[in-house]
Nanobody
């Protein structure tokens, strides 16, 4: 059974930084892509960044150059380093394993202007 736990959210001023972490249980972590999504109030959940098991990454246009996704397979953990945060980055951030139906509980990120 897969269990995902996000951490690292919080309140930050515009221009600030946060690093989100998602720790995964289960042996399938290394073989699968890990994905960060976010959902703002009244909006659909959107893909923010994804990283394959071998480390290839992709990003939503809205976060390119500001966010960096990485993973530590030895720790079964994926990270999202978020720099130059904007108020429009405010959302609940979720990690997902393999584009499958495995989700964490979410962590709130709030960026004040």
């Amino acid at each position: 059974q897969v269990h995902l736990v996000e951490s690292g959210g919080g309140l930050v001023q515009a221009g600030g930084s946060l690093r989100l972490s998602c720790a995964a249980s289960g042996s399938i972590f290394r073989a699968n892509a890990m994905v960060w999504y976010r959902q703002a109030p009244g909006k659909q959940r959107e893909l923010v960044a994804a990283i394959t098991g071998s480390g290839s990454s992709k990003y939503a246009d809205s976060v390119k150059g500001r966010f960096t996704i990485s993973r530590d397979n030895a720790k079964n953990t994926v990270y999202l380093q978020m720099n130059s945060l904007k108020p429009e980055d405010t959302a609940v951030y979720y990690c997902n394993l393999g584009y499958l139906n495995y989700w964490g509980q979410g962590t709130q990120v709030t960026v004040s202007s």
